[in-house]
DNA sequence: AAAAAAGATTGAGTTCGTTCAATTTTGAAG
DNA sequence: CTTCAAAATTGAACGAACTCAATCTTTTTT
């Protein structure tokens, strides 16, 4: 049986990262004040600082959540993958950009990736960088299935692989998140082109 | 002719980089408060602001000379390259990571990468996406020359998969300067795996 | 050479993230 | 039900990055 205690930390978390997410997003990261997000959570600021360590491991809790979702998402393609290497590979590549601005604003990804390389010991951007592990994990097993299939090289290690497509799709998101300006088609393109090469590189 | 105005600022500039790239280096950039590097340099605290936009920009300016002197080994190290393929990447991927450290801490380089990100338009930022770009390039020439002199497979794009080279060296780098206990030697053996594996790919 | 304009320096002031000692709330024991 | 200890909340105080109006220095103009 849950006690009252424990109810009400559940509760003023929920009620900070709702407040944060929303106001990250409506007003930006930098104009929101941990004062404002714990005045529209009902809580004091020092009480946020009981939650997470800093506003950018709050920021980086929020990030996660939306992270898990693509994880989860990327899960279900991968049971059942389309027919071809590029289009396999192209559809998950998708799915992770296209879940991006869902929640988040470019502006609250450009921080939550600094922070998790400036902070990398706190306990989200412990979280993130797992998370991030289990998407190249997602993309290793992708292509460990499609040689399986006898879509790939049988002779590439997956793991490298997989490994060297995840970097080069991150970099690109890195890329994307930092000009505000860049539309997520132009994303789309230039994750095409290169995709292309790397399953021509696949290709048996 | 320059005029005393110029000379100062020149000065000025000269003073406030060094003071501060040897006290952040001494003492952690979060240690370091603008106060101090001021007064190191002899100006006040606002001067220092008429210089560099934000103390991240500051940070990022020293590290852009830093990786200047990089790019300009790394060009002698193209001029005439190593004979094998694996020799060749391996040498000036080693040639990156062994200088990283000569002038700046983990630290350092962790807070510069996170600014990059984080404020992508200051001047200094720019800058030092900009010799991203040229060692991103560099890599690409030495993999464009390496297939001229048939080392290499000659259907494969070098723009492309010297993209991929870089992506993935900078990619092992930031797992580097994330963790503060790991050695340089245990940066070269992962990238040595790694280059091992796309020098394979390479094959002719 | 004096005066005016342009450019730079200064440091006190503002803002916001973060800390912490005092207080209040919750759960357990008698 | 009362008492006590543990846990959580609070908001005032602190520290550091950054701003800006006043001042000073250099250059240009007359």
Not at 66 to 93: M, Y
Not at 115 to 125: D, N, R, V
Request: hydrophobic content about 45%; proline content about 3%.
């Amino acid at each position: 049986m849950t006690g009252l205690r424990e109810r009400q930390k559940a509760d003023r978390t929920g009620r900070i990262l709702d407040a944060a997410s929303r106001l990250f997003r409506a007003q930006g990261y930098d104009a929101v004040r941990i004062e404002d997000i714990a005045a529209a959570a009902e809580v004091s600021a020092g009480t946020c600082y009981n939650y997470f360590s800093t506003k950018g491991d709050l920021l980086l809790a929020i990030v996660s959540m939306e992270v898990e979702e693509v994880v989860e998402a990327g899960r279900a393609l991968i049971d059942n993958p389309p027919a071809s290497t590029a289009e396999a590979l192209a559809g998950l590549i998708r799915l992770y950009y296209d879940h991006s601005l869902n929640y988040l604003s470019k502006e609250m990804w450009r921080k939550a990736m600094a922070f998790s390389i400036e902070a990398p010991g706190t306990p989200f951007s412990q979280r993130y960088t797992e998370l991030d592990a289990m998407l190249s994990a997602q993309v290793c097993d992708l292509i460990a299935a499609l040689q399986q299939r006898g879509l790939a090289r049988p002779d590439l290690d997956p793991q490298t692989l997989g490994q060297i497509v995840f970097n080069t799709l991150n970099q690109m998101f890195i890329e994307f998140v930092k000009a505000e300006a860049m539309p997520l088609t132009a994303l789309h393109r230039m994750s095409d082109a290169q995709t292309a090469s790397l399953a021509t590189l696949m290709r048996v």
